[in-house]
């Protein structure tokens, strides 16, 4: 497992009874989780003294309940910015253990001795986009929500990168490509996030299980000759790493480099324990 053990704001401090309890900074928030299927003692502290909870609700979805917690605040994670807002389906608009993909193309990027070019496809919030933008590479960022677009700027503006290479895009992922294929448009490194299901801004319907593997094969075609590295991150429940080895092993084949993939997790403070947190498969060149 790839495990994220490189935050100094960030911590799972303990699981239990399907849910987490995490320090965002200086607040403390209990969230569910569905890995979370042990019924351990709850001895940490900040089991009763969080400052959020977010209920989940037998009829689907659920709502926050707060205790002291602003509308907004920030972490840090080496030189990058985050601003954090609880929002209705219970994120707060960063995935902590993505921090281990964060580390590892970023040591690409600054060990490429070129100019590298990335695309971030379903970015969300930026923290790819600004990982990738903070180790030299130019970076085109996509997402269908103008709100996550805009919610990225922001992160980009709070790590004082606000000037730097990044093209910002609210568009469908699909036809984003689709358009940089006509054009003749090229990539070093491709970064994706997709979801389960999804929607674009024009309907465009996205199920993962039928769109992924057709939409990395798109994807190939948008490559330099020498590209760097492609990243998938899943957090479908059912899609194995394995899926994701065989996705890239297949479609990758024309280039010369290599193929992992495992599962993410956090550690847990008060166990010792990895938390799995989804799956990503890597590309890299060799």
Request: aromatic share 12%; glycine share 8%.
């Amino acid at each position: 497992m790839w495990v994220a053990n490189n935050w100094k704001d960030y911590q799972v401090l303990d699981t239990s009874r399907g849910e987490k309890l995490e320090r965002w900074g200086e607040y403390y928030l209990v969230r569910p989780d569905p890995q979370v299927i042990w019924d351990t003692k709850r001895e940490n502290k900040h089991w009763k003294r969080m400052n959020g909870h977010y209920h989940r609700s037998s009829k689907g979805g659920g709502q926050w309940e707060f205790f002291d917690l602003p509308e907004q605040w920030s972490i840090h994670y080496n030189n990058l910015t985050f601003q954090l807002k609880p929002f209705s389906f219970k994120h707060t608009g960063l995935f902590p253990e993505q921090a281990v993909n964060w580390d590892w193309f970023s040591e690409k990027i600054r060990n490429a001795n070129r100019p590298v070019k990335v695309l971030n496809l379903f970015a969300y919030t930026g923290g790819a986009t600004l990982a990738a933008a903070a180790a030299g590479a130019q970076v085109t960022h996509v997402d269908a929500s103008k709100g996550m677009v805009t919610w990225a700027k922001e992160n980009a503006k709070s790590s004082h990168l606000e000037t730097a290479p990044i093209r910002w895009l609210v568009d469908d992922c699909g036809k984003f490509v689709e358009r940089e294929i006509r054009r003749g448009n090229k990539y070093d490194a491709i970064i994706m996030d997709p979801p389960s299901y999804g929607r674009g801004p024009k309907g465009e319907i996205w199920k993962i299980e039928e769109s992924l593997y057709p939409f990395v094969k798109l994807c190939t075609q948008i490559l330099s000759d020498q590209p760097l590295f492609v990243l998938i991150n899943s957090y479908t429940t059912g899609l194995q790493p394995a899926v994701l080895n065989y996705i890239l092993s297949t479609e990758m084949k024309k280039f010369k480099g290599k193929v992992t993939a495992d599962e993410i997790g956090l550690p847990v403070k008060d166990n010792g324990l990895v938390l799995p947190c989804g799956a990503s498969g890597r590309w890299e060149s060799i």
